[in-house]
């Protein structure tokens, strides 16, 4: 086993409301090898984007990082300084954001943009940060880059911006690179084009990507482990052949059967998950998902399940793994 | 540490092409040049605040060459009282003391540009500094500055000034301060207000998540982006507090005659104004111009701070 560059344990972000405590990621743990592929998948609103933002503690108050660790190599993020983590930010792990639209000062050239970030972390000049910019557009498929280098961002297309914030983001070579909801904004078309750009960018550098998505059909072609949320939570983790092909939590099944599936022979139902997801605000006991569930049972009303290990490396969140496994298996 | 080399060297520098400085410097200087031809542009596009510049910048050029143009020294009496324009040697006549007005207008620009332009620079310059520490940090500085805008948005701003300007000796530098402290809150608002915009764009966020820290936020997010607005609210200023600046000195709180000020000159030709309008009307008119000229200039200026709104 490598040595995992970011280790997440039993992470907790809060966020205190007039209407309560909204616990937005509640004991989230996963890690991350050098060159692994991570997808977060999960319904609006289940704390994906949170918890990438937890990772480099861009949570503002009301929100605040309550509980856990999170481990970069063999710093502790959560109890640096906030000038060693703006050392951190950008320059050993980069996000994307999911918005190109708005994600660019939009009164300095692109160019400008990229050149800033080089020259406050590499310490580089004005000429060297420039020429580098250049290169790094060129990398991301802008064609001229050396006359777009001044254009300001209302001069480019939605998956262009898109192509000059990835830039931005590897500008540094990060170890890590965060990507939330990257495609969203974009066309279906430019979608996989930014899809195919971030995975050869993710070859190039050999670094760890975390992709924040709820399209399932990204995380099969992409992924090499899967995280699913559920209302905060962690529901299962494990990795991309597992999660697809013997889900074990009933929430992740209903996931995998409310998609269309090319290799499906049996023509089988397109099935919808009933209700709506919790909104975690002062949650009552018990598993969240219990309201929507077909399994659920008395102890999934008072308690909330742990995580269980049902193989190496994949963990379900469900009472049901804990009494019979085979049964959970064909619920 | 190693990966950013490999990768530097994959990019062979082709010697003496983008590597000589004095190039990178004029392809800088070139760029910075056609920003400024496209700001140019897109402001000249607009008819009334080119034609508006044109007129302000002859105004200030007869402010600045009034000792050399006036044809009398605007104190002497020099034409018999409210001389009627074109009669006694006066162009615009004279006023109810026999002082030519053409030679009182000329010397009263700069007083007028002084009172305009004076307090409206200083009051953007602190509210700079308040509206952005107020609406960046937030906190208790924010609650305590943003009571006290409150109370001072309670009077009018020509109130407060009279009353400032009550308290004080009368004089230019009364009235300048007075308009000063009276216009600061109207300006720190809209900074901060501009500022907590600013601060809640996804590419602030961007930027904190790409490391940038406080200072290089604000200076290189916020204030960029909040200079514009703040920048045409300021000139369309200028000509309001010129006009109150007038008003200040009509009402005798400010510059005191025989010293020329066009806000003076109108208060003085009020008593004749049926038998000799035109020592009332000439400065009025100027007055009027001025105020408007600052306007139009301040709707150009947000088309060329724009780079949206110039074209390529």
Not at chain 2, 274 to 295: C, D, E, Q, W, Y
């Amino acid at each position: 086993m490598v040595e995992p560059i970011l280790q997440v344990e039993g992470l907790k972000t809060h966020f205190k409301l007039r209407e309560g405590i909204l616990k937005a990621v509640d004991g989230i743990s996963f890690s991350l090898a050098p060159d692994e592929v991570l997808c977060i998948v999960g319904e609006s609103g289940s704390g994906k984007s949170v918890t990438a933002q937890s990772i480099l503690r861009l949570i503002d108050p009301p929100g605040q990082i309550v509980e856990g660790h999170i481990r970069y190599r063999d710093k502790d993020l959560l109890k640096l300084s906030e000038r060693e983590m703006e050392k951190i930010r950008g320059d050993r792990i980069g996000i994307i954001f999911q918005d190109p639209m708005t994600s660019l000062n939009p009164v300095f050239t692109i160019g400008e943009q990229i050149a800033e970030g080089l020259r406050e972390h590499l310490n580089l000049g004005k000429k060297e940060a420039q020429d580098r910019a250049v290169d790094l557009l060129r990398s991301v498929g802008i064609p001229n880059p050396e006359d777009r280098y001044q254009d300001y961002p209302h001069h480019f297309s939605g998956g262009m911006r898109q192509r000059v914030l990835i830039a931005a983001a590897i500008a540094c070579e990060p170890d890590i690179l965060i990507a939330d909801e990257p495609t969203t904004a974009l066309d279906v078309t430019i979608q996989a084009q930014i899809l195919k750009l971030l995975a050869d960018v993710q070859r190039r550098l050999s670094s760890a990507l975390i992709l924040i998505t709820h399209d399932l059909g990204v995380v099969a072609s992409m992924a090499d482990r899967v995280l699913v949320m559920y209302a905060g939570e962690m529901v299962e983790y494990g990795d991309v052949k597992t999660i697809f092909e013997q889900p074990k939590h009933p929430y992740t099944i209903g996931l995998m059967n409310s998609v269309i599936r090319l290799d499906d022979q049996r023509g089988s139902e397109l099935r919808s998950i009933p209700g709506t997801p919790l909104v975690p605000i002062n949650p009552p006991p018990g598993c969240s998902f219990r309201s929507r569930c077909n399994a659920a049972h008395a102890l999934c009303e008072t308690e909330k399940s742990r995580a269980h290990s049902v193989a190496g490396g994949h963990l379900v969140s469900c009472h049901l793994m804990q009494s019979d496994s085979s049964q959970a298996g064909s619920a | 540490m190693t990966k950013r080399e490999t990768v530097n060297s994959e990019q062979p520098q082709l010697p003496g092409e983008a590597n000589s400085a004095w190039r990178i410097r004029r392809d800088r200087y070139r760029f910075h040049l056609r920003t400024l031809k496209l700001a140019w542009y897109a402001y000249a596009k607009d008819n009334a605040a080119l034609g508006a510049l044109i007129f302000l910048l002859v105004i200030v050029l007869i402010s600045l060459l009034a000792p050399l143009i006036s044809p009398y020294d605007p104190a002497d009496a020099v034409a018999s009282i409210a001389a009627s324009p074109g009669t006694d040697g006066v162009l615009l006549g004279a006023d109810v003391d026999g002082r030519d007005i053409l030679s009182r207008l000329f010397w009263g620009g700069r007083i007028a540009l002084l009172v305009g332009i004076g307090p409206t620079v200083a009051a953007t310059l602190i509210s700079l500094f308040l509206g952005l520490t107020a609406g960046y940090f937030g906190g208790w500085f924010d609650q305590i500055l943003m009571r006290i805008v409150d109370v001072v948005f309670a009077f009018p701003l020509v109130l407060l000034a009279i009353v400032i300007a009550g308290v004080l000796e009368p004089g230019v530098w009364t009235v300048i301060l007075a308009i000063s402290i009276a216009l600061t809150p109207y300006i720190a608002r809209l900074v901060r207000t501009t500022t907590l915009n600013v601060k809640q764009q996804p590419y602030v966020e961007a930027a904190r998540a790409g490391g940038a820290g406080d200072t290089a936020i604000i200076l290189r997010y916020i204030l960029p982006n909040m200079i514009p607005p703040v920048l045409v609210f300021a000139t369309t200023l200028i000509g309001l507090m010129m006009v109150v600046g007038s008003g200040l000195s009509f009402l005798g709180l400010g510059i005191q005659p025989p010293e020329a000020d066009w806000g003076t000159m109108v208060a003085e030709g009020r008593g004749v104004l049926r038998k000799a309008p035109h020592v009332t009307i000439f400065p009025g008119v100027v007055i009027v111009l001025v105020a408007l000229s600052f306007n139009f200039i301040g709707d150009g200026l947000r088309d060329a701070l724009d780079p949206r709104r110039r074209s390529r």
